[in-house]
């Protein structure tokens, strides 16, 4: 049998005793996932040949089920250019082409809910005509809305 003094002991380097109550001296906030920076690219403009990198910048407790949609359907890990980074849910597509233009959404999901982070990926061959863009990240972006007609 463990008396209170050596109970006590054992439980030190997690809890802390204030008047006889013991709180926690680390805790985790549990709820659904959220969105941990409001600063990342929404809208892509890249050329074919190069990669595009998207991240999912959201945190979760419980862990969430992270999906990745192009275009409304499941991106499915098998496929040839697309990977997406286990600890940080990054989805990076390598060897972009012209029909990797559309909506991709990272879906994070727990038991308390779930939330979308959603980009729009433009892929031209003719983005210097385009607009006035930067370069961040190897990656050509604006955040003005992009209007085509043709390729």
């Known amino acids: 049998m463990v008396d209170l003094a ?5 439980l030190s380097p997690y809890y802390r005793i204030v008047s006889s109550v013991y709180i926690p001296l680390f805790t985790c906030v549990i709820g659904p996932p959220h969105l941990v920076t409001s600063r990342y690219v929404r809208r892509h403009l890249i050329r074919p040949g190069e990669r595009l990198r998207l991240p999912c910048p959201v945190r979760a407790n419980p862990p969430a089920l992270v999906t990745w949609y ?12 697309y990977r997406v980074r ?18 991709f959404t990272c879906r994070a ?24 863009c930067c370069v961040v990240d190897h990656s050509i972006y604006t955040e003005l809305p992009v209007q085509m007609t043709g390729d």
């Open 109 to 132: 999901t727990n038991g308390f809910g779930s939330i979308d982070i959603t980009y729009l990926v433009y892929v031209s061959r003719k983005i210097d005509s385009l607009c006035h």
């Open 86 to 103: 286990a600890d940080d849910w990054t989805l990076s597509v390598r060897d972009v082409q012209l029909d990797d233009t559309g909506i």
């Open 6 to 10: 050596e109970h006590l002991q054992l």
């Open 70 to 81: 192009k275009d409304g359907g499941t991106i499915h890990l098998g496929w040839d250019r």
